[in-house]
């Protein structure tokens, strides 16, 4: 529960969404900011730069990521044998422009 406080806390009034469907990290992360957060599935539906949350037991999906983002580590902790990290990604747009909405087409 201290990830999800120090996520709350880091966050502030900055939307955080969850990136995957691992119920464990959702529900906790959920419960402790109060409110059912946004998910995407995959990382193909990350389409605007923000704050995510994700949990894993190797690496895959933070390789994954900085091969086709620009991702900041903020927080890490390793919970259960699997690694719970709060990022600040920023989408790789291709040949659209990063607009404040996201991906412009």
């Known amino acids: 529960m201290s990830f999800a406080k120090e996520a709350l806390i880091t966050a502030g009034h900055r939307e955080v969404t969850i990136l ?49 983002t620009k991702v900041n580590i903020i927080l890490e902790q390793k919970i259960d044998g699997r690694k719970v990290r709060l990022a600040y990604i920023v989408p790789n747009c291709g040949m659209h422009k990063l607009t404040p909405e996201g991906c412009s087409q």
């Open 20 to 68: 995957g469907y691992d119920e464990n990290t959702r529900g906790l992360v959920s419960m402790v900011f109060g409110h059912t957060l946004n998910v995407v599935s995959s990382l193909s539906d990350i389409k605007k730069e923000g704050l995510f949350i994700w949990a894993g037991i190797d690496d895959v999906m933070l390789s994954t990521l900085k091969g086709s």
